[in-house]
Every structure is written in structure tokens, then in C-alpha cells.
């Protein structure tokens, strides 16, 4: 059962229409509801939805990816997709008043588009996602960034108390985050501990033959249709309150870069006890 050009499809539609949403909202509070809101919490909003739209963009190319049989295009989905962590990150220092990495962001997005570019990739029309197995390190990078942006906003949180600065990153991709994390993990430990066959039998076949280095990230970007809403909420949460000053700049990017990569560790060596992969094959 492989539905994912039509899930590619059903999503991409689904987070353009937020976005064209949240877009319009911006207008008409920034036209007829005395929008006087910093230049800068503005641009969050805008940065937001071009982050959330990056992702719609991601699924739709997906979908012609599949139905064209077309590498290049996958590859440019790929690029879209990590492309949302930059745009978040701007969203993140429009909030807190200071730079914190989006240029390096921009770097890595970048060098890891030329790495994509210079092999072959393959990918395939897998249930309702697309399994991509060769990429491996574009997924590494994304979870640096994406892990990297969480720690900022947690610490920030901690030093200022203020409940915005967990809920940009919760409403913006967290709760795709958590919920895709305890999907796959859960079926590759179900997986690991019962058998492949077991497996099959329990689902008719819809999650069988389940590989999470593979499968995940496509799964994520299906779950991430469920942010919507809430980007929605937080735009109006934004609208509608006085939020941080530049007392918020002084955060200090140290403990989460250590903790970044300290978790990024965890999660690679922890990676077979959920997969039926070898560390040859995940970097291959």
C-alpha cells in the first residue's frame, strides 16, 4: 500500500493554505487592527510562516519527485526542507533581539545542498511517505540545526521566564517533532523486539518493512501538516501581547551547542537499537 505521492500532495496543499492563511491574518492586523508591533516581532511572524511554507514546498515536490521519477527534483525537496530551520532561526533572533548562528545556518544549508547535488540519491514511493535512503547526512545536519534552535529557546526560557520562548519552537515544529519521534521509535522498537513478521501481521502490512533512518524524516514532514493551527495561534498569541525587550539578548549559546551535539551522539549510537541497519549502511 504506497500512498504517499497522493499524502505529498494532500500535505503540501494543507501547509500552503496555513501559510496563505497566517499571511493574510498578518495583513489585515497590520492594516485595519492598529498593528504597532515592533519591526522586529513582525518579522518573526513572517519569518514563521516562510519556515512552515518551506516544508508545504518540501511535500509538493515530493509529490512531482514521485510522480516524474525525477532525482533532481527530490534533491530540491530535500534543500526546501532544511531550508525551514533557517527561516526559524531568524524567526528565533527577531524574538530575542540578537544574531545567533542564522548565517551559519544559511553556511551549512548551503554546503549541505553541495554535498546532495554531487552524489546520487534514491529514494522510493514507501506507504505514506517517501523512504530517502541515502540521506544520511542531510538529516544529521537538520537535526543539528533543529536541536541547536530547541536548546536556545530552552535556556532562554529559563533565564526570563517568559512562556513565548517555548512556544515558538512548539507551535513552529516541536509538536511534529514529538509526535512523528514516538511513532517511529515506537514501531522500530516494537520492530526490533518482535520481528519484522509480527509486525506485518499486526498492521496489514501498512508499517511493515519500517527502517527509521530511512523513513523518518518524510514522516515528520507528513506530521508537520498539524502545525498549522497552532501557527496560527501563535501569530494571534504575538498580535495580541507585549512580548520580549532586548533584555532577552544576553542568552549564551554555549551549553546549547554542548548539549547539541552531546545529544546528536546519543541518537547516532543509539540508532541500531532501532534499526535493522548497520552504521556501514546509515552512512553509506
Not at 534533491?75 to 530575542?96: D, H, P, Q, V, W
Not at 520492530?191 to 496489514?204: D, K, T
Amino acid at each position: 500500500m504506497c500512498y504517499s505521492k497522493e499524502v505529498s500532495l494532500i500535505a503540501g496543499g494543507t501547509i500552503f493554505s496555513f501559510s496563505t492563511i497566517n499571511f493574510i491574518k498578518y495583513k489585515l492586523y497590520e492594516c485595519f487592527k492598529g498593528f504597532t508591533k515592533s519591526d522586529r516581532q513582525r518579522q518573526m511572524i513572517l519569518w514563521l510562516t516562510l519556515g512552515y511554507l518551506s516544508i508545504g514546498v518540501h511535500q509538493i515536490l515530493e509529490f512531482f519527485a514521485i510522480h516524474l521519477e525525477s532525482h533532481i527534483i527530490y534533491k530540491f525537496g530535500l534543500i526546501s526542507s532544511i531550508s525551514a530551520m533557517y527561516f526559524n532561526m531568524r524567526a528565533t533572533e527577531s524574538l530575542l533581539f540578537k544574531n545567533y548562528g542564522s548565517r551559519i545556518y544559511l553556511l551549512l544549508i548551503v554546503l549541505c545542498s553541495v554535498h546532495i547535488f554531487s552524489r546520487d540519491m534514491s529514494f522510493q514511493n514507501h506507504h505514506f511517505y517517501i523512504r530517502g535512503e541515502s540521506h544520511f547526512y542531510w538529516g544529521a545536519v537538520w537535526m543539528l540545526l533543529f536541536l541547536y534552535w530547541n536548546f536556545l529557546h530552552l535556556f532562554t526560557f529559563f533565564k526570563t521566564k517568559k512562556k513565548v520562548a517555548l512556544l515558538l519552537p512548539f507551535c513552529s515544529l516541536n509538536l511534529s517533532f514529538i509526535l512523528s519521534a514516538l511513532y517511529c521509535y515506537s514501531i522500530g522498537l516494537y520492530q526490533e523486539v518482535n520481528g519484522h513478521n509480527n509486525l506485518a501481521s499486526v498492521c496489514g502490512g501498512l508499517l511493515s518493512n519500517f527502517e527509521i533512518v530511512f523513513d523518518a524524516p518524510s514522516i515528520w514532514c507528513v506530521f508537520a501538516t498539524l502545525q498549522g493551527p497552532l501557527l496560527l495561534y501563535f501569530s494571534r498569541f504575538v498580535y495580541t501581547r507585549d512580548i520580549f525587550n532586548n533584555s532577552a539578548q544576553n542568552v549564551s549559546v554555549k551549553y546549547p551547542i554542548l548539549l547539541t551535539l552531546l545529544l546528536v551522539s546519543i541518537i547516532f549510537i543509539s540508532l541500531p537499537l532501532f534499526s535493522a541497519l548497520s552504521y556501514k549502511m546509515i552512512l553509506k
